[in-house]
């Protein structure tokens, strides 16, 4: 896919002075065909039946359990760095000006204060979830959850690879971008921090989402509710350490509009892998 180059001009947080924006991608990942989508879909639930099976005569199944559903919660959590929200808080939270270590240091506060607005989401929305799971759904049996939760990964998995429409909540909305016009950076990074790890109130494009949610949900315990959603948003606000580094605005969204569909494509073999893993291990 070719797209025309794009530039212009911007205000930012830091003063008045104009910066150019930058280019538009012009290369993007194209998907893959339908046979290649199929043979990958297979594999993945392939590689989760045997993993599951080898899982289950070596390691206790909740601490496989376990174990399975924080890599996807953590990994889950990094590949909403591909919904529109992931490309702007790597853009727009960067340091002013020319890459230094002071111009680094100035911006630290920015990212703690970002970490914070994430840490303050997951106690929230992972605390209502819990408060909630608790009152509807402290007697659920524990297979009930994860045989439940494990068919739905499944399901979102075939969707990721274009062969099943599943249902996608999702409020179409990003963080406001106009923000930087009007707060320093320190309060920008608190907000975009806080709309982000709420989950809910910006555009998520991934659908382990809905499993993290269903798990701190039907888990009936309030902290371990917030721990799940910890983890999630532990991935979603790595990716803005990459500013610590000397990388360009340009060359990190390049980078993510190359691995687009690729990010996908992880998705969903994940979705897969896991949810077939999980119910190898309830039912053998």
Known sequence: MKMGI????????QGNAAVACVPDAISFAEPRSGTVRFATMALAIAAGVAGGSMLDSRVATTDALTAMFVVLALVGGFLSTWSPCG???????????????????????????????????????????????????EQLPFTYMVAGMSVLAIGYGIHQFGFLKMP???????????????????????????????????????????????????????????????????????????????????????????????AVEVDGFLLLSIGSAALTLLFI
């Open 6 to 13: 794009g530039s212009g001009m911007y205000q930012t947080s």
């Open 87 to 137: 490309y702007s808080s790597l853009s727009l939270l960067r340091p002013a000006g020319r890459y230094s270590f002071g111009s680094v240091a100035r911006w630290t506060p920015t990212f703690l204060t970002h970490v914070l607005g994430y840490a303050v989401g997951a106690l929230v929305l992972g605390g209502a979830l819990g408060i909630a799971g608790w009152m509807l759904f």
């Open 168 to 262: 996608y909540p999702q409020r179409r909305a990003q963080v406001p971008h106009d923000a930087r016009y009007r707060f320093s950076s320190w309060v920008i990074g608190l907000l975009y921090g806080f709309a982000l790890g709420m989950n809910y109130l910006t555009y998520v494009q991934t659908p382990m989402l809905y499993i993290v949610t269903g798990v701190a949900l039907f888990s009936g315990d309030v902290q371990t509710a917030i721990t799940i959603f910890a983890i999630f948003n532990i991935g979603r606000c790595l990716p803005v350490a990459i500013n610590f580094l000397p990388v360009s605005n340009q060359a990190a969204q390049a980078w993510l509009a190359r691995w687009q569909e690729r």
